[in-house]
């Protein structure tokens, strides 16, 4: 092989690795700034209920796509991690039968509750006595009344990430 024509294999060998790069680069920035959905099809699919996820995330929070799992039929979770902050856990399932009657119960009993007009639905945001610890919880019903959307964390997260939260929160297809 003579000189020139290494050189050119080499040049484009580099080229090829430049391009796959940048493009590795740009599919791990786009992935950060805009979620997708973490429900692969046959979640969807095995859901009775409409699922949710957030279309945006507050700074250095993102889905762990990783966490996604239907524990029990009837009931979708997902997790959402921060390298510095604590983790936010996103449950979902139909309301409890009595919906009205139970859900508000469940509302009453959270601590420093606020209310949430979301454009997915309304529910509350306050605290909860979990043993020891004390959790942050948002609880909303969506608009259709067919989904019920239970985050929780620490009660070191302010009530505005979960807000913030909630108010991006897309209907997954």
């Known amino acids: 092989m003579t000189w020139p024509r290494l050189n050119l294999k080499i040049s484009l060998t580099i080229a090829a690795i430049i391009a796959l790069s940048a493009a590795a680069g740009i599919i791990l920035v786009y992935r950060h700034a805009q979620p997708h959905s973490p429900f692969a099809s046959r979640i969807i699919n095995a859901s009775d209920i409409p699922l949710y996820y957030p279309g945006k995330l507050p700074k250095s929070y993102s889905i762990n796509y990783g966490s996604v799992s239907q524990p029990e039929k009837g009931i979708t979770i997902f997790e959402i991690r921060s390298d510095d902050k604590p983790t936010i856990y996103i449950?979902?399932?139909?309301?409890?039968?009595?919906?009205?009657?139970?859900?508000?119960?469940?509302?009453?009993?959270?601590?420093?509750?606020?209310?949430?007009?979301?454009?997915?639905?309304?529910?509350?945001?306050?605290?909860?006595?979990?043993?020891?610890?004390i959790q942050q919880i948002a609880s909303l019903t969506t608009g259709s009344n067919k989904t019920w959307i239970l985050m929780n964390t620490s009660a070191n997260v302010p009530t505005s990430t979960l807000e913030s939260i909630a108010h991006k929160l897309i209907l997954a297809k």
Do not use: E, V
Not at 97 to 109: E, V
Not at 110 to 133: C, W
């Open 91 to 133: 449950s979902q399932q139909a309301p409890p039968n009595g919906k009205k009657l139970k859900l508000d119960t469940f509302h009453k009993n959270l601590q420093h509750s606020t209310k949430l007009a979301a454009p997915a639905g309304q529910g509350y945001i306050g605290q909860a006595q979990d043993g020891s610890q």
